[in-house]
């Protein structure tokens, strides 16, 4: 696992919010959401205070380990929520609470990924909608290394392609219909890269 120390190397994005001018989407870039420091100590302390879990998926018929740590947790008094599972810690609710206070919005749930280098990635999908209806809405947050996102639109082939780099401190939200129009992913690279740690809140009701 990679040093603390190495948060150094980690870069930010040039600040500022841009609103992306984009068909059937939602999508709001804050590049500089936290400061430096902040972000510094929140990768080091989410990454050393996380049980990090490997997931299996399902496909055909045939499991797969994705390629990525993840982290589920949620509040208590959501229906279904399991009563032993670990309670959100110092650093979650304080992000939850920035992001909440952004977007005007509460969350209920966060999963956190971790891509530990650069053979972790996840490949294009949407969101399912079984917790959260079809247009959820997605506060996604950024700490360590830069690892760029990318986003196709489902059904307008002629609208290229959308490279957005997610830096240390970054935050996105995905809002309206773009989890029903795009899809997103975050490709493996060749590059030796840094973990990188992304937290998505969203608001799930499982009586959907």
């Known amino acids: 696992m990679t040093l603390f120390n190495d948060t150094e190397l980690f870069t930010t994005g040039l600040g500022g919010k841009k ?9 709001i870039l804050i590049d ?3 400061s430096k420091e902040e972000s510094d100590i929140f990768y080091e302390r989410i990454l050393r205070k ?20 993840i982290a589920w ?12 599972g670990p309670d959100w810690t110092y650093e979650l609710l304080k992000i ?7 977007t005007q919005l509460d969350f209920n749930t966060v999963l956190l990924n971790l891509y ?28 360590g290394e830069t690892r760029m996102f990318k986003l ?23 809002a309206g219909t773009t989890n029903s129009y ?14 990188r740690i992304n937290l998505t809140f969203r608001r799930t009701n499982r009586n959907l």
Do not use: C
């Open 19 to 27: 609103i992306f001018d984009i068909p059937d989407s939602e999508l």
């Open 32 to 34: 500089d959401f936290f």
């Open 50 to 69: 996380t049980k990090w879990r490997e997931h299996q998926m399902e496909i055909y018929d045939k499991t797969y380990t994705v390629p990525r740590m």
């Open 73 to 84: 947790y949620e509040d208590k008094d959501n229906v279904g929520a399991d009563p032993k």
């Open 96 to 102: 939850r609470g920035r992001v909440e206070k952004e």
């Open 116 to 143: 530990r280098d650069g053979n972790d990635g996840v490949g294009w999908h949407s969101d399912k909608e079984h917790n959260t209806g079809p247009n959820p809405i997605i506060a996604s947050v950024t700490f």
């Open 152 to 174: 196709r639109h489902k059904y307008r082939k002629e609208i290229p392609t959308i490279e957005i780099p997610l830096h240390h401190g970054s935050f996105l939200l995905m």
């Open 182 to 195: 795009w899809q997103h992913q975050v490709p493996k690279t060749a590059r030796d890269v840094l973990p």
